[in-house]
C-alpha cells in the first residue's frame, strides 16, 4: 500500500507542476504537502474512532 501512495504522489507531482508551472514553486509544494498531511491526521483520526465504536 505504501508503494501505492509514492506512486500516487508522483503522479499528482507532475500533474501540479504542469498546472502551476508560472506560479511560486515552493509555495505551491508546501500547500502540497500541507494537504497531504492534514488528510492523513484526519484519516487517523477516523480509524481511532471507528476503533472505539467498536469497542
Known amino acids: 500500500?505504501?508503494?501505492?501512495?509514492?506512486?500516487?504522489?508522483k503522479v499528482e507531482d507532475v500533474?501540479?507542476?504542469?498546472?502551476?508551472?508560472?506560479?511560486?514553486q515552493q509555495e505551491i509544494k508546501q500547500k502540497?504537502?500541507?494537504f497531504r498531511n492534514q488528510k492523513a491526521i484526519e484519516k487517523e483520526l477516523k480509524k481511532k474512532e471507528s476503533k472505539t465504536?467498536?469497542?
Not at 500500500?1 to 504522489?9: D, F, G, N, Q, T
Open 32 to 34: 502540497v504537502e500541507t
Open 15 to 24: 500533474f501540479i507542476k504542469m498546472l502551476t508551472r508560472k506560479q511560486n
Open 53 to 55: 465504536r467498536l469497542a
Open 1 to 9: 500500500m505504501e508503494l501505492y501512495r509514492i506512486v500516487c504522489h
